[in-house]
């Protein structure tokens, strides 16, 4: 919000010389927040001048100019860049007569562009100076000619200060104003808050009697679908002026204001009501009453119905849209836009004055199904004082009279239907509690009364009635905010909460954490994805084998070509590989930990209830929102590319592939301290051959929680990746919930080991993992670990086999093992592989 000091001055006392630097420091006391500082790039000197006699003089190229003589000064005297006080000044405009006051901008002036001013030789003349137009000084868009005064009804002596005259020296503070607060939407609003911070007198100018109210002229509310039980239009306000005339000029000290508060003026009748928008915060519409086709009607729109509206777009409607409506059909958008037939033009002389409520949902919707911000819609969207639109009203039509030359007609309307603030309990000693300071009774009082409210004793503690134009203050802790706003935000301690004893961190959420600081310490660089993907890639790497995957798709994506929950983090992250690498990082080893969104087939998800902000939901509403929410398990995924340790001197680049997506599975789990497996797998995603299904032994069997390897070279080339791609991902909050909660150490055994090799020849078809397990198992408690060092396969076995060699320490706890004890265990061993795989010993 842009408020020009000038305006603001009116409604509050400020002191002699205030800055903008003032007025922030002032307002951003009471919780707004500083933007900017707004001027006109004006400067000096720019005086008023009389054209004492001028001289058309053609040219050859088919212009004619005037050569002018201008007073810049009194008779005698210097003018204000210390020169003569006539000038000889050349002109291209013809709309000015000898005696006209005009607006001179001498030499060292700056026009907004910028544009300096100088003594300059053109059309056979030093032009010592310039007459300057409207759209020049920044005042507005007019530039079929020069400025003349009189049309403004301004009759200065000659050498006055033309810019304090037209507003050009005004300035103004433009805060931020958050969505609770639309009061502050309005300079009323303003001089309000820079009261409750200085202490300042406020002149409300709602409070102002400035007309009677009319009669006579029909309004119908007719809102047959009202959204969430409000009705679209609470107050609805009309007026009727006669006889006005919309060619007069917009008086400069309005131009000035409203091109400070961001607003071009458009012609007097518009202004006026932009004025007055931005003067009390209530959206005015102005109505060319000789166009109006019978009554008003507020109601919905038909589906199928159309509307012109000002800006020349005509727009389909739609059942929630809240229209203005007359016997021909839809006029005009409520609260946001009004429509071309109605439109105030140069012939208008009727006029009809709104001043309305709308319901802030319903207008919002509006707003943004059509793409249509506006003024008013910013307004109506964060509430609108209810209470404000007869004085509203009556101001426009003061201005319509004074400034338009209109007459007051007794037609109008006044239709009211909202409902007054709802009094508010405040128990005893409920500010200090909220807030952590000691608020005496009579500061809280003074606080409460301050913005407005009316206050009661209460037995309990005080009753408050908010003020109409407070409509966020719904609840005690609310005006506890508002106590604490007056009374200063640093009189709040900076004081820590103590932690109670027994919270903090979550056995997952710990465990979470280990398993990405081990990641980060081994060298891997931690990401956050979108969580929004194709379809296609979920149905890639969601599921191992091809077919359509179950997702999520948003209502409203953010991208319409990425509409669904990821069900994977691999298409993330391979995004973000791309994109690294685009840059000149080849060497990746990225990981994610988050959240997957997986749908469980035949299952409707989502609601469309929206509890309510006022009160705490209960258990069952609680219940019903989260049986709306899909399954979202927490996944771990790394991606590498490039060199697993980069060339240095005396080593080449070593380049990443699955071993390294297997050595980050183990890592996971070993810092989970979940014995995880890699058996051979198949994964449309993954490369044949090179794809490891991560496996777990749990309750229930052997249950695969994630996959390993190298993408398929295909997926990694449509990603823009190297053919070599490797990648894992596992299914965090599976390992976590199979971890064991009470680890132990595992004590270290201080006997000597036997160690033995055993190298067993089975068929190429059988997975040396499952002989390692097989021989572990047959060999028995004393066998401490089995680990496999050789797979050969060549000349010295036999075709279509391998030789599998295998590193085995034996230990007992309680004596050191021979010889013979250690090849009885292995030998064993060798039996079980023998009976499942048909192992034999190599010869």
């Known amino acids: 919000m842009r408020v020009p000091i000038s305006w603001l001055a009116e409604y509050v006392d400020l002191p002699e010389g205030t800055t903008v630097a003032d007025l922030h420091a002032a307002l951003v006391k009471v919780g707004l927040e500083e933007e900017a500082e707004h001027r006109f790039d004006v400067t000096g000197p720019v005086v008023v001048g009389e054209v004492l006699e001028y001289a058309d003089e053609p040219q050859s190229n088919g212009k004619t100019i005037r050569w002018c003589q201008v007073r810049v000064a009194p008779e005698g005297q210097r003018s204000a860049d210390g020169g003569a006080d006539v000038r000889g000044i050349v002109c291209g405009a013809h709309n000015f007569a000898v005696g006209d006051k005009v607006v001179v901008t001498l030499p060292g002036a700056v026009l907004p562009g910028p544009f300096p001013i100088a003594a300059r030789k053109t059309y056979g003349h030093v032009s010592d100076g310039m007459i300057a137009s409207a759209r020049e000084l920044g005042l507005g868009d007019e530039h079929s000619g020069i400025l003349v005064l009189s049309t403004l009804g301004l009759d200065p002596e000659p050498g006055t200060d033309a810019l304090s005259l037209l507003g050009l020296d005004d300035a103004a503070v433009e805060v931020n104003v958050t969505p609770d607060r639309g009061y502050a939407f309005s300079v009323r609003g303003i001089a309000r808050e820079y009261s409750h911070s200085t202490g300042a007198t406020f002149r409300d100018p709602a409070a102002l009697p400035l007309a009677v109210p009319g009669d006579g002229f029909p309004v119908t509310i007719d809102d047959r679908a009202p959204i969430r039980g409000r009705v679209g239009a609470s107050v609805f306000v009309t007026r009727v002026v006669r006889g006005i005339d919309p060619t007069r000029p917009t008086p400069p000290w309005m131009a000035s204001r409203l091109r400070l508060a961001g607003v071009r003026s458009i012609s007097l009748p518009v202004d006026i009501t932009n004025y007055v928008m931005f003067e009390l915060g209530q959206p005015i519409h102005a109505y060319d009453l000789d166009k109006l086709a019978g009554g008003i009607v507020v109601r919905r729109a038909e589906q199928g119905e159309t509307l012109e509206t000002l800006d020349g777009q005509i727009r389909t409607l739609s059942p929630e849209d809240l229209l203005i409506t007359d016997d021909s059909g839809p006029i005009g958008l409520a609260g946001v836009m009004g429509g071309a037939t109605t439109e105030v033009s140069e012939t208008t002389r009727d006029v009809l004055i709104e001043a309305a409520n709308f319901?802030?949902?319903?207008?919002?919707?509006?707003?943004?199904?059509?793409?249509?911000?506006?003024?008013?819609?910013?307004?109506?969207?964060?509430?609108?004082?209810?209470?404000?639109?007869?004085?509203?009203?009556?101001?426009?039509?003061?201005?319509?009279?004074?400034?338009?030359?209109?007459?007051?007609?007794?037609?109008?309307?006044?239709?009211?239907?909202?409902?007054?603030?709802?009094?508010?309990?405040?128990?005893?000693?409920?500010?200090?509690?909220?807030?952590?300071?000691?608020?005496?009774?009579?500061?809280?009082?003074?606080a409460l009364a301050r913005i407005g409210a009316q206050v009661e004793e209460h037995p309990a503690g005080l009753r408050v009635t908010p003020p109409t134009w407070r409509p966020d203050l719904v609840d005690a802790p609310s005006l506890a905010e508002e106590v604490a706003r007056l009374a200063g935000y640093d009189r709040i301690p900076s004081v820590l909460p103590v932690a109670p004893p027994g919270r903090?961190?979550?056995?997952?959420?710990?465990?979470?954490?280990?398993?990405?600081?081990?990641?980060?310490?081994?060298?891997?660089?931690?990401?956050?994805?979108?969580?929004?993907?194709?379809?296609?890639?979920?149905?890639?790497?969601?599921?191992?084998?091809?077919?359509?995957?179950?997702?999520?798709?948003?209502?409203?994506?953010?991208?319409?070509?990425?509409?669904?929950?990821?069900?994977?983090?691999?298409?993330?992250?391979?995004?973000?590989?791309?994109?690294?690498?685009?840059?000149?990082?080849?060497?990746?080893?990225?990981?994610?930990?988050?959240?997957?969104?997986?749908?469980?087939?035949?299952?409707?998800?989502?609601?469309?209830?929206?509890?309510?902000?006022?009160?705490?939901?209960?258990?069952?509403?609680?219940?019903?929102?989260?049986?709306?929410?899909?399954?979202?398990?927490?996944?771990?995924?790394?991606?590498?590319?490039?060199?697993?340790?980069?060339?240095?001197?005396?080593?080449?680049?070593?380049?990443?592939?699955?071993?390294?997506?297997?050595?980050?599975?183990?890592?996971?789990?070993?810092?989970?301290?979940?014995?995880?497996?890699?058996?051979?797998?198949?994964?449309?995603?993954?490369?044949?051959?090179?794809?490891?299904?991560?496996?777990?032994?749990?309750?229930?069997?052997?249950?695969?929680?994630?996959?390993?390897?190298?993408?398929l070279p295909a997926v990694a080339e449509a990603a823009d990746l190297p053919a070599v791609v490797a990648a894992a991902e596992l299914d965090l909050d599976r390992l976590i919930a199979l971890s064991d909660p009470d680890p132990h150490a595992v004590p270290i055994r201080a006997l000597p080991a036997a160690t033995q090799d055993l190298s067993l020849v089975v068929t190429m078809d059988v997975p040396a993992g499952d002989v390692l397990r097989a021989v572990a198992e047959g060999a028995g408690e004393l066998l401490e670990d089995i680990r496999l060092v050789d797979d050969y396969r060549g000349p010295g076995v036999p075709e279509g086999t391998k030789s599998l060699t295998f590193a085995l320490r034996f230990r007992a706890e309680d004596r050191t093992l021979t010889a013979a004890e250690a090849t009885a265990a292995k030998l064993a061993g060798v039996a079980v592989a023998a009976e499942r795989f048909g192992a034999s010993l190599r010869e």
């Open 359 to 446: 319901d802030p949902v319903s207008i919002a919707r509006t707003a943004r199904r059509h793409k249509l911000p506006s003024e008013a819609s910013k307004r109506f969207e964060r509430g609108v004082d209810p209470a404000v639109a007869e004085a509203a009203a009556a101001r426009v039509v003061q201005l319509l009279v004074d400034l338009a030359g209109g007459t007051v007609d007794p037609l109008g309307s006044g239709h009211h239907s909202f409902e007054p603030p709802a009094p508010v309990e405040l128990p005893e000693g409920f500010v200090a509690r909220l807030i952590g300071v000691d608020y005496s009774a009579e500061e809280i009082r003074s």
């Open 504 to 711: 903090g961190l979550t056995r997952s959420q710990k465990l979470r954490r280990s398993v990405s600081q081990m990641l980060a310490a081994n060298g891997a660089v931690e990401v956050l994805a979108f969580p929004f993907v194709r379809r296609e890639q979920n149905d890639l790497f969601g599921s191992p084998e091809a077919g359509e995957v179950p997702a999520v798709r948003l209502a409203n994506p953010l991208d319409a070509e990425a509409p669904f929950l990821r069900t994977s983090l691999l298409p993330g992250l391979l995004e973000i590989a791309h994109r690294n690498r685009s840059r000149g990082f080849v060497d990746l080893h990225l990981f994610e930990v988050g959240a997957t969104f997986r749908p469980e087939p035949g299952i409707e998800y989502g609601t469309d209830y929206i509890p309510p902000i006022a009160a705490l939901p209960t258990r069952e509403v609680l219940a019903s929102i989260e049986a709306g929410i899909p399954p979202q398990p927490r996944h771990v995924a790394t991606v590498l590319t490039g060199a697993a340790v980069p060339k240095q001197v005396g080593q080449d680049a070593i380049p990443a592939d699955w071993r390294d997506a297997l050595t980050d599975v183990q890592r996971v789990a070993a810092s989970l301290r979940v014995p995880v497996r890699a058996v051979q797998g198949r994964h449309q995603a993954f490369h044949p051959g090179r794809t490891a299904r991560i496996v777990v032994d749990g309750p229930a069997g052997e249950e695969t929680v994630g996959w390993a390897g190298e993408l």
